[in-house]
T-cell receptor, first 113, second 111 residues
Framework: DTAVSQTPKYLVTQMGNDKSIKCEQN?????MYWYKQDSKKFLKIMFS???????INETVPNRFSPKSPDKAHLNLHINSLELGDSAVYFC????????????FGSGTRLTVV | GENVEQHPSTLSVQEGDSAVIKCTYS??????FPWYKQELGKRPQLIID?????GEKKDQRIAVTLNKTAKHFSLHITETQPEDSAVYFC??????????FGAGTRLTVKP
């Protein structure tokens, strides 16, 4: 099941480093998202792109920068990693912006030490 | 995530009993309400959804009800089994372009 695939699955890195997480979907969806899930399991939306254009940008530190080279890809770059960035990051995609067909990737567990 | 509220945060039931999780939303324009199940270490997966023109939808042991007037919707699981143990999230699409999730309910089904 690789409809929405994320890499890497696990990422352990030191404070201050810069890292990227990649996401690709083969569902033909127009909209892609990034979510952060903390230890309390709350799913918080970070960004949303529709046809490569940013449509949602929640209150996220500007150390986080999404990039969508095409509508099948949405990557997340994080600069100057901090301990509080440790979480599971989920990519998702949907048909259009109305949420239909919402599908999550398998997640990337980021641990900052 | 404040636009969709979910209760309870934890729920423990005996195998075979029913479980009910409730959500409320604030945006009257919301028209799509999916429910997701997240097992430990896995991704959230859609289990059932309902659109605003329907009051109830059922799929085997799972049902969802929607009350648009009161702006609340509920997930009902009957004859619970240990494999139903997971975190369940409700969600609502706000302003037609922004899906918000509830805070999640950790369901434990005791054998």
């Amino acid at each position: 099941d690789t409809a929405v695939s994320q890499t890497p699955k696990y990422l352990v890195t030191q404070m201050g480093n810069d890292k990227s997480i990649k996401c690709e979907q083969n569902l033909g969806h127009d909209t892609m998202y990034w979510y952060k899930q903390d230890s309390k399991k709350f799913l918080k939306i970070m960004f949303s792109y529709n046809n490569k254009e940013l449509i949602i940008n929640e209150t996220v530190p500007n150390r986080f920068s999404p990039k969508s080279p095409d509508k099948a890809h949405l990557n997340l770059h994080i600069n100057s990693l901090e301990l509080g960035d440790s979480a599971v990051y989920f990519c998702a995609s949907s048909r259009g912006t109305n949420g239909y067909g919402y599908t999550f990737g398998s997640g990337t567990r980021l641990t900052v030490v | 995530g404040e636009n969709v509220e979910q209760h309870p945060s934890t729920l423990s039931v005996q195998e075979g009993d029913s479980a009910v999780i409730k959500c409320t939303y604030s945006d009257s324009a919301s028209n799509y309400f999916p429910w997701y199940k997240q097992e430990l270490g896995k991704r959230p997966q859609l289990i059932i959804d309902i659109r605003s023109n329907v009051g109830e939808k059922k799929d085997q042991r799972i049902a969802v009800t929607l009350n648009k007037t009161a702006k609340h919707f509920s997930l009902h699981i009957t004859e619970t089994q240990p494999e139903d143990s997971a975190v369940y999230f409700c969600a609502g699409v706000l302003n037609n372009n922004d899906m918000r999730f509830g805070a999640g309910t950790r369901l434990t089904v005791k054998p």
